[in-house]
């Protein structure tokens, strides 16, 4: 077994040379200052804490975890719209984590995000036409007005709306309807990669269905790469190609979505499976049952060792101690949990 480096984190990555993104021992700390004249840092909050994972052109990874584990700040960094303490961020090749405003400028035309609020992410007092005109402004390709307009109602075709709806506002839709604008909105720029922000977490569980499928559609239709961020494990699974696992700001296994969903090794990994319900009673009562109690330490101080082990029902004296890393089990695996890894590999 091969422990993961911050610099190349093998199984951290999809296998292929058409990488589009890898992301290396990103961190994403906040100070906590003190002091109303003369400020001084008196504590940090670690919300993200060493990640590292890898993207294929075309391919959608999946990050799973709590609500506060760090997965939406994660999505931030990579796009910049959060500067990152430490570690790398490589977009096609560039790294961009030290990237000023002026620098991100042409690459955010290659990255873009869809958010989980429908309903806050659109402007209320523009039209769907000037929102989804807006990136194609800002980024100087709307000089041709008649143009900027067909483009609009190619993308309102390709999302599944009206062209005719391009001069309604948006509180005039429903949220699912909003969320295909949102969607419309990212893809304006044609980009590589889009980062999905729990994109369906806000919306009714008949239309979540329908806009995971939009995503899967678009996807094959213009080979996008996803970073598919939730909490909701059977969106995920439908989704993703591969599923990262996230806790108290660390990734805890990756594994390909089949292989996690049938034999997850971490136990917080196992203790997030068992908590889905199975709609077959009988399935559901035979299942076993793993109960993790306590509460998410702060990730102003996160406990020594591993960060799981004041919950897990597995931990030995060695997890309080020593902190596991992420380390390579087998081609597309990895896991941080000393029931896997001996604390000397």
Known sequence: MQTLSSEAP????????????RVSDLKVHFPIMSGAIFKREIATVKAVDGVSFSLERGETLGLVGESGCGKST???????????????????????????????????RRMQMVYQDPYGSLNPRMTVRDIILEPLEVHGLANDRAAARTRV??????????????????????????????????????????????????LDV??????????????????????????DLAVVR????????????????????????????????????????VA??????????????????????????CRFHTRCPSAMPVCKTIDPQLTDLSQGRAVACHLHVSPNT
């Not at 093998?10 to 040379?17: E, H, K, L, P, Q």
């Not at 939009?214 to 970073?227: I, N, S, V």
């Not at 979505?257 to 196992?270: C, G, V």
């Open 206 to 231: 008949s239309i979540q269905a329908q806009v995971v499928n939009l995503f899967m559609d678009l996807q094959e239709r213009l080979g996008l790469t996803y970073l598919f961020i939730a909490h």
């Open 238 to 277: 439908h989704i993703s190609d591969r599923i990262a696992v996230m806790y108290l700001g660390r990734i805890v296994e990756i594994a390909r979505r089949d292989e996690l969903y049938a034999s997850p090794l971490h136990p917080y990994t196992q203790a997030l499976l068992a908590a889905v319900p």
């Open 74 to 108: 994660t999505g931030l960094a990579v796009l910049r719209m959060l500067a990152p303490t430490a570690g790398r961020i490589l977009f096609e090749g560039t790294d961009i984590a030290q990237h000023d405003a002026s620098a991100m400028q042409a690459i955010r």
């Open 10 to 21: 093998a199984m951290t990555r999809a296998g292929g040379a058409d990488e589009v993104l």
């Open 153 to 202: 109602d190619e993308l309102l075709r390709l999302v599944g709306l009206l062209p005719d709806m391009a001069d309604r506002y948006p509180h005039e839709f429903s949220g699912g309807q909003r969320q295909r604008i949102g969607i419309a909105r990212a893809l304006a720029l044609e980009p590589t990669l889009i980062v999905c922000d729990e994109p369906v977490s806000a």
């Open 280 to 305: 077959d009673p009988e399935v559901e009562a035979a299942r076993p049952r793993m109960i993790v109690t306590g509460e998410v330490p702060s990730a102003l101080r996160p406990p020594p060792g």
